[in-house]
């Protein structure tokens, strides 16, 4: 675990008692996507993830992983981390968790009884990263985390990934719900005849990211993506994000899913 470090305390050196906390400051954060896993042509894709404590006190932090499509659960794991401190890892998912593969983490600030601490101040950055294919320098992505309290997601619209014979486009869904949940991926842009539609089924407490097999030459300004579940069991406890990445390089860019954007 030689790339786990503390965040120095100078850089979150204690400030006036009316000190802005950044937006992304909470008890419960979704970092959507992490891991280490191949990708295509030759990259590898790791998780650069600090997590930091914005508390004058020590706090205890649970670590859930969801995998993908269910599958390698495992135990949550609980750190400490010292008040205005960090722990960072450019492979957090191996070396902190040590495991392997795509999935979301959960990070939750905790009371001693493992309960959620409401009062924990959490700031959390997440980089996608991989060595560039043929040289000796890298290529990455940051993918917002998102305060769990303001997840509430009835259909959303992703905007500004390109397609193409250069671009590939992944669409990540992440379910927080107790409950398996539908979700259907479309085009409204009926740049295809029939138009293009792609479901997906995401278990409890997991995500899922698919590539899409969209047609080389329909670059797609938007995609929905809208929840099917059974009403009776339909949840808004989700979120969805998009890729487009670079089919030589490895480069790429990610969005967020965007609410009430139809």
């Known amino acids: 675990m030689n790339a786990l470090f503390l965040i120095c305390s100078l ?11 950044p937006v992304t400051a909470s008890s419960q954060i979704l970092i959507p996507a992490a891991g280490t896993t ?35 659960h495992r135990d949550p794991l609980t750190i400490e981390i010292d008040a205005r401190f960090g722990v960072r890892s450019a492979n957090f998912v191996a070396e902190v968790l040590q495991i392997t593969g ?99 089924t995401v278990p409890p407490l997991s995500m899922q990211q698919i590539t899409l097999q969209w047609p080389v030459d329909v670059d797609t300004p938007q995609y929905l993506v809208d929840n099917i579940t059974p009403a009776a069991s339909r949840s808004n406890l989700w979120l969805t994000y998009g890729v487009s990445v670079d089919n030589v390089t490895g480069d790429s860019w990610s969005q967020l899913g965007v609410t009430g954007a139809r």
């Open 11 to 21: 850089v979150l050196a204690p400030g006036p008692d009316n000190l802005v906390q």
């Open 38 to 72: 191949p990708g295509a042509q030759g990259t590898f894709f790791t998780s650069d993830i600090a997590i930091i404590n914005l508390r004058q006190t020590a706090q205890r932090v649970r670590l859930d992983w969801m995998p993908q499509g269910g599958e390698q």
């Open 102 to 200: 795509l999935g979301s983490i959960l990070v939750s600030g905790v009371t001693e009884t493992g309960t959620l601490d409401l009062g924990a101040l959490l700031h959390v950055t997440s980089r996608i990263w991989t060595p560039q294919p043929g040289t000796n320098g890298t290529t990455s992505q940051s993918l917002p985390v998102v305060p769990v309290s303001t997840i509430n997601t009835p259909a959303a619209s992703i905007f500004g990934l390109r397609h193409s014979e250069q671009y590939r486009v992944n669409i990540g869904l992440v379910n927080l719900d107790s409950r398996e949940q539908t979700f259907q991926i479309s085009d409204p842009s009926a740049a295809t005849t029939p138009p293009l539609v792609v479901q997906v």
